[in-house]
């Protein structure tokens, strides 16, 4: 963490080894939460906030300014630029929505 006072980690929260956050702006992680290796969490100017059961793959990126659903799911290597729906899957570079969540 670049800091660590402006981060909010909810319960059951996973975060797997080489993860960065840059917290100058508020960074709001919900309940149950992982974060795969490498995931960088980028609020360098305003604020990230990830919902509830969201899951991101090793080596997504989200910028600032971003919101990420409840149950969302981003790819590996996806680059999330813009806010993600709850349950919805985005994969790419830029992150785009490939399809939605089902629950099983």
């Given at each position: 963490?670049?800091?660590?006072?402006?981060?909010?980690?909810?319960?059951?929260?996973?975060?797997?080894?080489g993860?960065v956050?840059?917290?100058?702006?508020?960074?709001?992680?919900?309940?149950?939460?992982?974060?795969?290796?490498?995931?960088?969490?980028?609020?360098?100017?305003?604020?990230?906030t990830?919902g509830?059961?969201?899951?991101?793959?090793?080596?997504?990126?989200?910028?600032?300014?971003?919101?990420?659903?409840?149950?969302?799911?981003?790819?590996?290597?996806?680059?999330?630029?813009?806010?993600?729906?709850?349950?919805?899957?985005?994969v790419?570079?830029?992150?785009?929505?490939?399809?939605?969540?089902?629950a099983?």
């Amino acid at each position: 963490m670049d800091r660590g006072a402006n981060v909010s980690l909810g319960d059951r929260f996973y975060a797997g080894p080489g993860c960065v956050i840059v917290d100058c702006a508020p960074v709001t992680i919900g309940d149950r939460v992982t974060l795969g290796s490498r995931v960088e969490l980028r609020a360098d100017e305003a604020p990230i906030t990830i919902g509830n059961d969201a899951w991101l793959g090793a080596g997504a990126l989200v910028l600032s300014g971003v919101t990420i659903g409840a149950r969302a799911v981003v790819g590996a290597g996806s680059v999330v630029t813009r806010d993600v729906p709850a349950d919805c899957v985005v994969v790419g570079d830029p992150a785009h929505p490939l399809r939605e969540v089902v629950a099983a």
